[in-house]
């Protein structure tokens, strides 16, 4: 399969049809924009399945996403989209940047949630940036902006739901938003422990990225106890 474009942590493959594209999940992990990298072996197949089960339950509660179908291990089948250039962050707890940025005590709550945006911007280290940037840069219309808040709150709500039911408290998470060929806004990327915050409702521990940014260790071992969780629920 042609590669259409290699990131971080996926592979994005042509397909034979134009508006479908395979992606492919590595196993590679990094953080503080790449400062920070290793290979965790599996961690791949954990986000794949893990996206494909949380895009089928957006799907399902009516949120358009680019996901199609699970194809593989490590593959999934989704509809090719022009990324949008902003990283969409949505806070439920205060954690992790937000907290030193501006000085905020730990576990704050959000209510209502707190929706961020970040120039992605690799280079730059994707710097915040506000409504008026987006603008300005011509990044994204105030009709995208508006449907993209509008999703992002959706997404949060479904998630968060449905996420405590297995006692996972979701307390923040990045999302990107792509345009497909009849320019229609849909959730794109991944959602995965990856681009998640996730805490264990009873022992408080972390079960996602942080364990890496932290290097608290076991990743895969809380990776995998997110999708048995989910898995557990699914049916
Ligand atoms: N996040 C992400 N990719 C990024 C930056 C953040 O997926 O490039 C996610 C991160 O996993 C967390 C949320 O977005 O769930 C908020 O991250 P934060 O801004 O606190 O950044 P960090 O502390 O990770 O630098």
New binding site residues.
């Given amino acids: 399969m042609e590669k259409l474009y290699e990131g971080k942590a996926k592979i994005v493959y042509k397909t034979e049809e134009p508006d479908k594209v395979v992606i492919y999940f590595k196993d590679e992990a990094t953080?503080?924009n790449a400062q920070k990298k290793d290979i965790i072996e599996g961690k791949g197949i954990l986000n794949n399945k893990i996206s494909s089960i949380f895009f089928n339950l957006l799907e399902k509660n009516g949120i358009p996403t680019h996901f199609i179908k699970q194809l593989s291990d490590r593959e999934m089948l989704a509809y090719k989209t022009t990324i949008i250039p902003v990283?969409v962050?949505v806070?439920n707890l205060a954690?992790?940047?937000?907290v030193k940025r501006l000085g905020i005590t730990e576990k704050t709550p959000f209510n209502p949630p707190l929706i961020?945006f970040?120039l992605k911007n690799d280079q730059l280290g994707?710097p915040i940036i506000c409504y008026e940037h987006i603008l300005a840069l011509g990044l994204a219309t105030e009709e995208d902006i508006k449907k993209i808040k509008e999703l992002a709150f959706k997404v949060n709500q479904v998630l968060k739901d449905f996420l405590k039911n297995i006692d996972i408290i979701l307390?923040?998470?990045?999302l990107e938003f792509g345009k497909k060929d009849d320019e229609s806004i849909v959730v794109a990327d991944e959602i995965s422990p990856?681009?998640?915050?996730f805490w264990d409702a009873k022992s408080g521990e972390r079960m996602?990225?942080d364990r890496f940014?932290l290097n608290l260790g076991d990743l895969s071992k809380y990776y995998e106890e997110v999708l048995r969780r989910l898995e557990g629920e699914k049916s």
């Fill in positions: 953080a503080f990283e962050v806070r954690t992790g940047s937000i961020e970040y994707d307390v923040d998470f990045k990856d681009t998640c915050r996602d990225k940014r």
